[in-house]
C-alpha cells in the first residue's frame, strides 16, 4: 500500500515523497501526513472496497468546484481546505486500491472531543452564516446534483437486510439490535411523513456543510477551519443547525447567526427530518460496514459501538 501511494504522488503530482505516516481517520477514508523534505500534504484514500466509497466520491467533481469558488470569493476563504491539483488539472486520481485527494497540510488540531471555546463559537456562527448567504442561483458552478430532494435511500436496504432479515444476521448485531427494531421502524416512518411533507412545501435552500460536528472543525493558529465537504448540499439551513441543536452554545451561535439572517426562524419540521434522517443513514451506514466490509475483530467493535451509540439515541 505505502508504494503504491508513493507511485502515485510521484507520478500524479509530481512530489518526491519522503515520509508517509498514516493519521487517524473518520468513516470516510484513510488518510496520510505526506512530506517531500519541504512541504507537507494531507492525503485522503477512499478505498475501493469500503461500501462507502461509491457515495462519499460521486460528487467529487461537483463540490469541489464550488468549495474553490468560495474560498476565492467569500469571506470563507482560509477557512476551506481545497484540494491540490495533479499534473493534469484534476482535483482527484485512481489506482485499483482506491480514490485519492490531496490538500495543503494544515498545522492545527482537530476540535474533537473538546468543547468549543466562545471565540470558537462566534468564529463557526460566522462561516455557517456565510455559507448559508449563498443560493443555487448566486454561485457561478453545477449545483443541480446535490440540491436536496429530501430522499431516504437507505430505508429499503435497512429494511431489507435488518429488519427483514433479522433472524439471519450475525450473532453480534443480532444482539444489538434486539429490541430496539420497533424504535428504528417508527423513526423510519416519521422520517418518511416528513419528506413528503418537506417536497410538497418547498422550504428555502441554500448552500450548507451537512456534517458539522467537532472531528471536522480544527484550530489553525488563530482560525477555525471546516473541512470533509463531501457532503455538501443546496438544502434548507437546518441541515446544518441540527448538528448544533443540543450544544450548550446553540441560542449564542442562533444569536450571532441572526445577525447575518435577521428574518431567520428555525422549521421545526426541517429540523426534525434532519436529525431523523441522519440518525437512520447513520444506522444504515455502520450496518452495512458490519454487513459486508472486511473488517478485523479491532475494527468490528468499534463499528458495533458506533451503532450502539446511535441506537441508543433513537430510543431516547
Known amino acids: 500500500m505505502t508504494e503504491k501511494i508513493i507511485s502515485i504522488?510521484?507520478?500524479?503530482?509530481?512530489?518526491?515523497?519522503?515520509?508517509?505516516?498514516?493519521?487517524?481517520?473518520?468513516?470516510?477514508?484513510?488518510?496520510?501526513?505526506?512530506?517531500?523534505?519541504?512541504?507537507?500534504?494531507?492525503?485522503k484514500a477512499y478505498?475501493?472496497?469500503?461500501?462507502?466509497?461509491?457515495?462519499?466520491?460521486?460528487?467529487?467533481?461537483i463540490y469541489?468546484?464550488?468549495?474553490?469558488?468560495?474560498?476565492q470569493n467569500t469571506k470563507l476563504s482560509g477557512k476551506i481546505p481545497v484540494p491540490v491539483a495533479t499534473k493534469d488539472g484534476n482535483y482527484r486520481c485512481q489506482d485499483n486500491h482506491a480514490i485519492y485527494l490531496l490538500y495543503e497540510y494544515i498545522d492545527g488540531e482537530t476540535i474533537g472531543d473538546d468543547e468549543l471555546s466562545d471565540e470558537q463559537v462566534v468564529q463557526l456562527s460566522d462561516m455557517i452564516a456565510e455559507l448559508h448567504s449563498f443560493s443555487s442561483t448566486q454561485i457561478p458552478c453545477d449545483s443541480l446534483k446535490i440540491r436536496?430532494?429530501?430522499?431516504?435511500?437507505?430505508?429499503?436496504?435497512l429494511k431489507e437486510h435488518i429488519i427483514q432479515n433479522f433472524e439471519n444476521l450475525a450473532s453480534d448485531?443480532?444482539?444489538?439490535?434486539?429490541?430496539?427494531?420497533?424504535?428504528?421502524?417508527?423513526?423510519?416512518?416519521?422520517?418518511?411523513?416528513?419528506?413528503?411533507?418537506?417536497?410538497?412545501?418547498?422550504?428555502?435552500m441554500v448552500f450548507c456543510h451537512t456534517d458539522l460536528?467537532?472531528?471536522?472543525?480544527?484550530?489553525?493558529?488563530?482560525?477555525?477551519?471546516?473541512?470533509?465537504w463531501e457532503g455538501l448540499k443546496v438544502a434548507p439551513p437546518e441541515a446544518d443547525l441540527m448538528?448544533?441543536?443540543?450544544?450548550?452554545?446553540?441560542?449564542?451561535?442562533?444569536?450571532?447567526y441572526q445577525e447575518k439572517h435577521p428574518d431567520f426562524q428555525v422549521n421545526s419540521d426541517a429540523m426534525e427530518f434532519y436529525l431523523a434522517r441522519r440518525m437512520l443513514e447513520d444506522t444504515w451506514e455502520l450496518a452495512e460496514q458490519l454487513l459486508f466490509d472486511s473488517q478485523n475483530e479491532e475494527s468490528r467493535s468499534q463499528t458495533l459501538k458506533y451503532l450502539k451509540e446511535i441506537l441508543d439515541d433513537i430510543e431516547s
Open 47 to 61: 478505498e475501493l472496497n469500503r461500501a462507502s466509497t461509491p457515495k462519499l466520491t460521486s460528487m467529487i467533481d
Open 173 to 204: 448485531l443480532k444482539e444489538l439490535l434486539k429490541g430496539r427494531i420497533e424504535s428504528v421502524e417508527k423513526l423510519m416512518q416519521r422520517a418518511e411523513k416528513l419528506s413528503h411533507y418537506l417536497i410538497k412545501n418547498k422550504p428555502k
Open 148 to 157: 436536496e430532494d429530501f430522499a431516504l435511500p437507505f430505508l429499503q436496504p
Open 213 to 228: 460536528h467537532n472531528w471536522n472543525l480544527m484550530q489553525s493558529k488563530n482560525i477555525l477551519i471546516l473541512i470533509d
Open 9 to 43: 504522488l510521484q507520478t500524479e503530482y509530481g512530489i518526491n515523497c519522503l515520509s508517509l505516516i498514516s493519521q487517524k481517520g473518520g468513516w470516510s477514508a484513510s488518510a496520510y501526513k505526506v512530506s517531500d523534505g519541504v512541504k507537507n500534504y494531507f492525503l
Open 64 to 71: 469541489i468546484p464550488i468549495t474553490i469558488w468560495l474560498n
Open 243 to 256: 448538528f448544533l441543536k443540543k450544544k450548550p452554545y446553540y441560542k449564542c451561535f442562533l444569536d450571532i
